[in-house]
């Protein structure tokens, strides 16, 4: 069975959708459109939604959007989100549930100069983190090399900082921020949480509990269509990015491609779990392992019920 089998048989829905109207959805991404959301885009490409009776506008977002306000507020059906946010609104009781897990790592990293060798030698340095940084991925660094709070300033999404002084280590995006360092300045490095066992998953699919009980099929559809798209970008992301392009007139050629060799060099669809369960499956114990860290960094309640804040029922293997 190959590694890139999709989380569900797209021949389960071949049929009967040439006659129906399409199911119309809003999905609601977190940044303006980039390679990160790639499959997605190529899912509208390439008519890969359109065979799954669907019709979906994916919705850019931006810093000031709030995916979790558009989708609670009604003004989206699926948003692109983040486990931990998910678990802290299980813990403020908002009816939500994560669907699928495109991203099997988080792509988020840290940036450091050629002389740091590893995570450790951070001690000492300063480290720009960014408000959201302050409350996911901070406290798991922070706790696993004994690093101290007094140590980060704020990160404004500007590198010049980092590259003006040899003492900063500076958060950064595996599929983004990383380049623009490394042709500043070549012998830098990037070193992926996930490697060293930061538990969160990327950007995952979140919906809200009445559409899970009132879409169930839409839903069912809708996860297996963009993983379908997924595995198609990273085979030729051709069409998927000509239409990110146009979304996003800014974005190059260049950024674009890099962004997708990080994904693949990095494993971040096609890895983990999803080597041999199917891209963007979740599981018990990924959820566990990052409610843990929550509850251990003070992000999250203990008695959070956060088993409720995803389904596998969208993303289980398809039989043999």
């Avoid at 069975?1 to 040439?18: E, I």
């Avoid at 840290?110 to 720009?128: A, N, R, W």
């Amino acid at each position: 069975m190959s590694p890139f089998r999709y989380v569900l048989c797209s021949a389960l829905f071949a049929t009967s959708t040439v006659t129906q109207a399409a199911d119309k959805l809003v999905l609601q991404t977190t940044w303006v459109a980039q390679a990160e959301q790639g499959g997605y885009y190529q899912a509208v490409a390439t008519g890969i939604y359109k065979k799954y009776g669907l019709d979906v506008e994916v919705r850019a977002g931006g810093p000031q959007l709030n995916n979790m306000t558009l989708l609670l507020a009604n003004r989206a059906d699926v948003i692109i989100s983040y486990d931990l946010q998910v678990l802290q609104g299980i813990e403020r009781h908002f009816p939500l549930k994560a669907i699928a897990a495109p991203f099997q790592f988080d792509p988020q990293g840290i940036m450091t100069h050629g002389d740091v060798k590893s995570l450790s030698e951070l001690k000492g340095k300063t480290v720009l983190v960014s408000a959201s940084g302050q409350a996911s991925w901070w406290p798991w660094l922070r706790g696993k090399y004994q690093l101290s709070d007094g140590q980060a300033r704020p990160y404004t999404f500007n590198m010049q900082p980092f590259l003006a002084d040899k003492n900063t280590a500076q958060q950064a995006y595996a599929t983004s921020e990383v380049q623009q360092i490394q042709a500043a300045q070549p012998d830098s490095r990037f070193y992926l949480f996930a490697d060293y066992g930061y538990p969160a998953y990327g950007g995952i699919l979140v919906t809200r509990d009445d559409v899970l009980q009132q879409k169930p099929d839409v839903m069912k559809r809708f996860v297996a269509a963009s993983m379908e798209g997924w595995k198609s970008y990273l085979i030729n992301p051709a069409a998927g990015n000509a239409l990110i392009k146009k979304e996003n007139p800014q974005m190059t050629d260049a950024i674009l491609a890099f962004g997708v060799t990080q994904m693949k060099s990095l494993h971040l669809i096609e890895g983990g779990d999803a080597t041999k369960q199917g891209i963007g499956v979740m599981t018990q114990q990924r959820w566990l392992a990052t409610r843990d860290f929550m509850v251990n960094a003070g992000l999250l309640k203990a008695d959070t019920p956060w088993q409720n804040a995803f389904t596998t029922q969208f993303t289980a293997p398809a039989s043999l």
